[in-house]
């Protein structure tokens, strides 16, 4: 008898869901327990979109349950990271180069905080420049006509 464990992958290269079913079951009950970070949630390729929605709006209620509690002075100084989620949440809509895009800006603001007065600091604010530059760049492309070769107007 085969053990779902070692059952082959299907014909999209995923593993059967009856394989991948208790990991991908406790990365949506329990995102706290398998993700530092809500971008992580949104490329994790095993997680499908549906799992991952129901993975942030578990890290959600617990990032709401860790601000009321800190409003009420019960906080025990874990990071709520409400923003990094509602963000986290908004990327699944987006087209996948936007995706990509918003992932590395978010990880790259969400790594700013630690890198304060480190030699770190300063690439991490040139990188996130750059990909805002980038970001921009290619928003400007897919707006524009192409032009020409040559065209004197470019």
């Known amino acids: 008898m085969k053990n779902a464990l070692n059952a082959p992958a299907n014909a999209s290269g995923n593993a059967p869901e009856s394989a991948r079913a208790p990991e991908t079951r406790t990365k949506v009950e329990q995102p706290h327990a398998h993700f530092k970070q809500p971008a992580e949630v949104v490329v994790d390729p095993l997680l499908s979109k549906d799992e991952k929605v129901h993975a942030l709006e578990a890290m959600e209620q617990y990032a709401r349950q860790l601000a009321t509690a800190s ?22 809509d987006l087209p996948p180069s936007d995706l990509a895009f918003a992932v590395v800006m978010q990880s790259l603001r969400a ?39 040559g065209d004197p107007k470019s």
């Open 71 to 92: 409003a009420e002075g019960m906080g025990g100084g874990e990071d709520a990271r409400l923003h990094e989620v509602l963000v986290a949440k908004d990327a699944l």
């Open 111 to 149: 790594k700013l905080p630690e890198a304060e007065g480190t030699e770190a600091h300063a690439p991490i604010i040139r990188a996130i420049e750059a990909v805002e530059a980038a970001s921009a760049a290619i928003a400007r492309m897919v707006q524009a006509p192409a032009t020409a070769l």
